[in-house]
Each structure stands twice: as C-alpha cells, then as structure tokens.
C-alpha cells in the first residue's frame, strides 16, 4: 500500500515540553509517529528563547525556574531539533504545530491576551511564509488560537466547542467551528487542517485518532 508521505518532507514546530509550560507531550509523540507511518521525512524545530514560566507538573505550581524552549523541546525530538530561525519554506512541503500551554504561552500569548494575541516573531514569519507559499499548515489542540495571526480573517478552524477560547478566537477572525475529539476541520482554501486533541480528548486513543487524520489530510494537501 502506497502511503501518502512518501517523499515528502515537513517542519514540526514544538514549544518545550510538558502540557502545562511547553507542548503537550502525547500531541507531539503522537503526529511524529503518525508522519513516520505515512512515511513522510519530519524535522522539529523550536524558537530559542526563554520559556514564560515552569509549571510543576505534579502539583500545577509555578517553579522558581527559567529554562529555554529549545533546550526543553529537544527532549521530545530525541535531540534532533533545530532553532526555528534556521527553518526555511523552500525546504519543506508542510507544517505542523502541536497543541500544549506552550503554543498559547511561549509560541504566542494567547493565554495572557487572548482576542489581543500575538505570535512570536520568527513563528508568526515562518507560519506566514508557508501560507503564503499555499504550503498546508497542521495546528493541533490550542495552536489554532494563531489561525487569525497566520491567514487572512475567515479562515476555518477549530479547538472542539470551548465557547470561550472560539469567541477569542473569532474576534482574530477565525471562523470557529465546532468539532468532535476524533475529527477534523479542513479549510481547504488556506490549506490548514486543525483538530481539537486534548482541547477534548480524555484518552490517548481519542487524541491519537484526530491527529492521524490530521497528518494524512496535510501530506494530501502537501
């Protein structure tokens, strides 16, 4: 069986590590693994710069800690990671965020400003950049929150059904729509597919069957 990766290469771009202060460690398990099974090529990348904070993930307390997203986001990529200033379109056919407090703290700051977000500056120009080269995009669990800053206003995209976060989301200009766990929503005009993951997901296996189809609907549209 032919899969639909073959020969095809995409950027992964991670936000530390950890649900609560960097990326959502299953989320980013999960879409390498369903990329290798397509048999697509895939490298992660992450901005250098300091995290917003640490969470300790046993107790949900804040640490008197600083540590670097990067250095955090290498543990996820096995050390096979560069700096997200180093990524380049021309080199990649798709692009793909996962979810995690890290998107919404360190890859932007949707958490804090919510309708007022802004992305990090290299993200927001390489995210840019893959839009405008009409290179699919791939945002998981909270990264769609960035769909207004990336895409020109009425672009669709989803988070599940938090009415709060979708309101946010709209006044960016994402038209919001309201998705289950295990789906997806394509628009296929901008070429991004979104999917809610642990927006909803209560279980891996739930999680795991969104991202799946995530992967395989961007390598279709790379």
Do not use: W
């Not at 895939?42 to 990067?70: K, S, W």
């Amino acid at each position: 069986m032919s899969k639909v990766g073959a020969g095809k290469k995409v950027a992964v771009i991670l936000s530390g590590c950890g649900v609560y202060d960097g990326t959502e460690i299953h989320e980013s398990v999960l879409t390498l693994l369903a990329l290798d099974r397509q048999g697509a090529e895939y490298q992660c990348f992450a901005p250098d710069i300091p995290q917003h904070h640490v969470i300790n993930h046993c107790t949900g307390d804040e640490m008197d800690q600083e540590r670097n997203v990067l250095v955090e986001s290498a543990r996820i990529a096995r050390g096979e990671i560069k700096p997200v200033q180093s990524l380049h379109v021309e080199d990649y056919d798709a692009l793909i965020l996962p979810g995690g407090f890290g998107a919404a703290k360190n890859l932007s700051d949707f958490a804090f400003s919510g309708a007022d977000v802004r992305v990090q500056v290299d993200v927001l120009a390489i995210t840019k950049a893959f839009a405008d080269e009409g290179k699919p995009l791939g945002l998981l669990c909270i990264a769609p929150a960035l769909a207004g800053r990336i895409f020109s206003e009425g672009v669709l995209a989803t988070v599940g059904n938090d009415e709060a976060t979708a309101q946010a989301m709209e006044a960016t200009g994402v038209k919001h729509i309201n998705c289950a766990v295990d789906e997806i929503v394509v628009d296929e005009r901008h070429k991004l597919v979104t999917t809610p993951a642990y927006m909803l997901a209560n279980r891996i296996g739930e999680a795991a069957d969104g991202i799946e189809k995530l992967v395989e609907k961007v390598l279709l549209l790379a």
